[in-house]
């Protein structure tokens, strides 16, 4: 998980957590957002509270906030908490607060959550186990061990750097919710392909995102033109991804029997 002053950073500069890279994307798995949208959508209900954890600029959750009844936006960063309130506020979905908490210890009540999510963000299993109620679920968007691995291995350094010689990175999420007491129902790959239009767009990108956070277009320069070099083609500077998503849930409660 990177840290808050990151993604503050990245708030302050392009006023949000997105990218404006101009890019073409190709997902021969499926876009891991949508199949990700899809899935909290599908879990949403009367009276369901969703916690959204590393929630960002909302953007993401504000899409399937619609589906519950609360819902609840946390993160460390106050200025993409900032905003997060001012999409909520443009949206005008006043059953969405955007809260600073910290997700080793959000502060809130044992068995009170339907649905927490978290896209690449912390995934603290114990914590999350303890807020959910007995059958609620959890969904996790994870990145994996081959995520953007020749721009890395170029650089000498990034998000999970070096990881591709180690076991899948969606294992570990897997068995942290396991050993938490919860039951993991999903585990689904997904690799794709982003074609940016120009060095300028993948420059932009990697000042957006962490893969790596101490990018610096002047101090990298030599690497990255030999990336952009080695990864032109038709369609634009190539760049390998991969995502993965993780469902779990906690089990329901048992009845007491009346023998």
Not at 42 to 62: F, K, Y
């Amino acid at each position: 998980m990177m840290d808050a002053e990151f993604y503050s950073r990245v708030a302050e500069r392009f006023g949000g957590y997105f990218s404006n890279a101009r890019s073409t994307d190709i997902f021969p798995d499926g876009r891991p957002d949508a199949v990700f949208d899809e899935l909290v959508t599908a879990l949403g209900a009367q009276n369901a509270q969703l916690l959204d954890v590393g929630c960002a600029d909302g953007r993401s959750l504000l899409r399937v906030s619609s589906a519950y009844s609360s819902v609840i936006g946390m993160d460390l960063s106050p200025a993409m908490l900032e905003c997060a309130a001012r999409h909520r506020a443009d949206a005008g979905l006043e059953h969405v607060t955007f809260e600073l908490r910290d997700a080793t210890d959000t502060g809130l009540p044992d068995g009170s959550i339907d649905v927490v999510t978290s896209r690449r963000g912390p995934l603290i299993a114990r914590e999350f186990e303890r807020v959910l109620r007995p059958g609620g679920s959890f969904l996790y968007m994870g990145i994996g061990e081959q995520d953007a691995r020749e721009l890395k291995e170029t650089l000498g350094r990034g998000q999970n750097f070096g990881s591709w010689n180690g076991r899948p990175l969606s294992e570990e999420p897997a068995q942290e919710l396991s050993d938490a007491g919860l039951v993991v129902t999903t585990n689904q790959a997904f690799r794709f392909e982003e074609f940016y239009h120009s060095a300028d767009d993948l420059d932009t990108f990697l000042h957006q995102v962490p893969i790596v956070d101490t990018y610096d277009t002047a101090a990298d320069k030599e690497a990255f033109d030999r990336y952009v070099a080695t990864m032109a083609t038709d369609q634009g500077v190539r760049l390998s991804r991969h995502w993965f998503i993780v469902e779990a849930r906690k089990p329901a409660a048992i009845a007491p029997s009346h023998a």
